[in-house]
């Protein structure tokens, strides 16, 4: 069984030691093991994917095992497995302010083009409220006034809602480099409103509309902790203009439609386990290697 394992704590002598020796002892075939130690943040963090014998050891047990070496080390250990239950994966959708996105994943869910259920809405504003009470999926606001979301909160509803992929659909904050760690392995999903490598940044529209390009597009990937790592891309879509259409055009194009179709097709993607992520590169799944 495939499972991926994240550590993630203040640095000390001999964190990893006691995972690896574990999982190796218990018969696991190790693919990628990945350690951070973070100077100046003087945090540690380890990133752990294998085969786990799960026919001798359940998954459910190995978790329970890396929650006691979490406590013993004061480290916060997530174990987890596509492969462990077989209903479909279940989604926390995040989202700030535009809603073209999470409303195209939801009904894409519901009417059965994306096999996943979507366990929760996850906010920094309450402008996309009213899409989660017309779908019936909790939504919880975890920012303050200002829209600074509550990160703490923000990793507790993932483990409450025992979420397998975070997708974030236009969610408009940068999120903390712990909680890409604590959930690296290919389980946050990004939709970047521009074609990545070219035109990254805040305003990609803008920068494609100055350098008077008439193909404009959107790039879903996989989050990884350190932004400038590249080869992450899942999917990505474009649209072209006529020469003269205006930026404001440009941009409800983006939105309205191409942002949308990109973001779907890339969950799609992952859930159907075409791609994945390894090394932080997206590979073929169809083509697998260790």
């Known amino acids: 069984m495939h499972v991926t394992v994240t550590a ?3 640095d000390n002598r001999g964190l990893a030691d006691p995972i690896v020796h574990y999982v190796a002892t218990a018969g696991a075939n190790i693919h990628e093991i990945q350690m951070y130690d973070h100077d100046s943040e003087r945090q540690f963090a380890m990133f752990l994917r294998m085969e786990w014998p799960a026919d001798e050891e359940p998954v459910a047990v190995l978790r329970q095992r890396m929650r006691d070496i979490g406590e013993a080390k004061g480290l916060a250990i997530r174990t987890w497995s ?6 479909p994966p279940r989604l926390a959708i995040c989202t700030t302010h535009r809603p073209e996105t999470p409303l195209a994943l939801l009904r894409d869910i519901r009417d059965k083009r994306l096999k996943a259920t979507p366990a929760v809405i996850i906010g920094n504003r309450d402008s996309c409220r009213g899409i989660a009470e017309q779908f019936e999926v909790p939504f919880v606001n975890i920012g303050d006034a200002r829209g600074e979301p509550d990160n703490d909160l923000f990793t507790s509803l993932i483990d409450q809602y025992e979420i397998d992929y975070v997708i974030l659909a236009r969610y408009m904050r940068i999120l903390p480099a ?3 760690w604590e959930f690296a392995g290919g389980r946050i999903i990004n939709l970047h409103h521009g074609l990545l490598p070219s035109f990254p940044g805040p305003q ?8 008077r390009m008439l ?3 959107a790039t879903a990937h996989f989050i990884v ?3 400038d790592a ?14 003269g259409t205006s930026l404001d055009e440009v941009i409800r194009l983006g939105q309205s439609d191409n942002e949308p179709r990109c973001l779907s097709e890339g969950v799609r993607r992952v859930v159907d386990r ?11 799944s169809q083509a697998r290697t260790p």
């Open 178 to 180: 712990s909680i890409c």
């Open 215 to 217: 193909t404009f597009g």
């Open 274 to 284: 075409e791609v994945e992520l390894h090394f932080h590169r997206v590979v073929s």
């Open 8 to 10: 993630v704590g203040p």
């Open 230 to 243: 590249g080869n992450q891309t899942i999917h990505q879509e474009t649209f072209s203009v006529l020469p």
């Open 225 to 227: 902790p350190e932004l």
């Open 82 to 87: 596509r492969e462990e239950h077989s209903r």
């Open 204 to 211: 990609p529209y803008a920068d494609a509309y100055a350098r």
